[in-house]
């Protein structure tokens, strides 16, 4: 009994020996000890929950754990969007492809491309002003041709304009490109003036917008687009394509002249350099008011290159309505160069699926991927490719619209 009031009265003497050294340390911010030293084995800290007390430890942060979840959420946090308010100081030029009886053409209707204020599909409120039209591929000579695109038009393939028929009323194409390819020197060498027999038909098969596409050599696609020119006076036909070699041969004022005084407009022709597309503008603009031109910046199939077609296009278009007067002219898109690619094209391992898909795949994406940076025009060949294409744009554009994918009409604020 004795020992125990001893161990009771030491640590009483102890706590109070304590409670004068806390009092005595009160006012004290450190504390310093000379040949000191300490043997610690196993060291534990303990963080207690909830705060700890500012007053034996002042210095430290307030730790807390967290409470625990009970329930999983039964609903997604909400959050609103709301797009950005800009405006641009540039604007589009709009270009007129097809000319109506009332114009003084034949057409049933013609298209506006171009006029846009803002980028592609990115205000709610600021729909582009003209939709983007498609055309699809008729050529004037046999070429070889993947089989998936074959099937539909073999047996067309040797009448252009029983071919551009079809295009239009079949497979819903809003324009029909010609080209002339049995011009090229190095083949057939047609003349300009069979080149012009050659749209006259088309012209009377359809009665949609033509492009015309010559053999790409300068000197004679000079000669052919002046006969057509001539030959389809007041149609407004798209023409395609003026290029930098044409000026360095010094045959640009022939083809422009041909081209203004018939009342056609016309396809500028670079390869994904916007200094060259400048320069080009810049010459075509000398003999053409800008509502008469269209630039083609060149189009790189998917895994080729697309890429760097979006962001060339992308970087025009931004240029031109930050202001840049030599880019402010609308685009066309040679989707169909999608089809160089041997994804499109070529038999492959099984696990690739069947090349009837992947073809209009490959196609469709590369249409897409530039119809997102801007593009007002595409050349195409697959007719599902169209389908799906104007199937994007009507989800893009049209209020209130639901696709069966169930997703909103604009993008930016899309719901699933």
Known sequence: MAERDDEQAGCEKVRDYMQDILSLLSNVDKIEFEQFSM???????????????????????????????????????????????????????????????????????????GGSDSPPFVYSDRPPKHLPVFAMDVFDTSIPLPMSIKTGIEDVMEDPAEWARRNVKKFGADMVTVHLVSTDPLGKDSSPADAARTVE???????????????????????????????TAGERLLFNSVTLDMVSANIIENVTRAIKTNGHAVIGLTGLELNKAKELNRRLL???????????????????????????????????????????????????????????????????????????????????????????????????????????????????????????????????
């Open 39 to 113: 043997e610690i084995g196993d060291l534990e800290l303990w963080i207690p929950a909830g705060n700890v007390s500012s007053r034996l430890a002042p210095n430290l942060v307030t730790v807390s754990t967290p409470s625990i979840i009970e329930e999983k959420p039964s609903t997604l946090l909400e959050e609103t969007y709301t797009p950005p308010s800009e405006k641009f100081p540039g604007r589009i030029h709009e270009v007129k492809l097809g000319a109506t009886k009332k114009d003084g053409g034949s057409r049933r209707n013609s298209f506006i491309i």
């Open 201 to 231: 038909n088309v012209l009377q098969a359809v009665d949609v917008p033509l492009i015309i596409g010559g053999s790409g050599d300068p000197q004679k696609d000079a000669k052919v687009f002046a006969k057509v020119a001539e030959a």
């Open 286 to 416: 000398e003999y053409l008011p800008p509502e008469d031109i269209v630039m083609d910046l060149t189009t790189v199939a998917l895994g080729y290159g697309l890429e760097y077609s979006f962001t060339i296009h992308e970087r025009a278009r931004h240029a031109a309505l930050m202001g840049d007067e030599e880019l402010q002219q609308p685009t066309i898109s040679a989707a169909s160069n999608a089809w160089v690619a041997r994804e499109a094209r070529m038999k492959m391992d099984a696990q690739y699926g069947p090349r009837e898909l992947r073809g209009p795949l490959w196609e469709t994406t590369t249409a897409l991927t530039l119809l997102l940076a801007g593009v007002d025009i595409f050349m195409m060949t697959h007719p599902t490719t169209i389908k799906t294409l104007k199937e994007i744009v009507q989800m893009l554009t049209q209020k209130d619209a639901v696709m069966q994918s169930g997703l909103n009409t604009c993008w930016s604020t899309a719901r699933i």
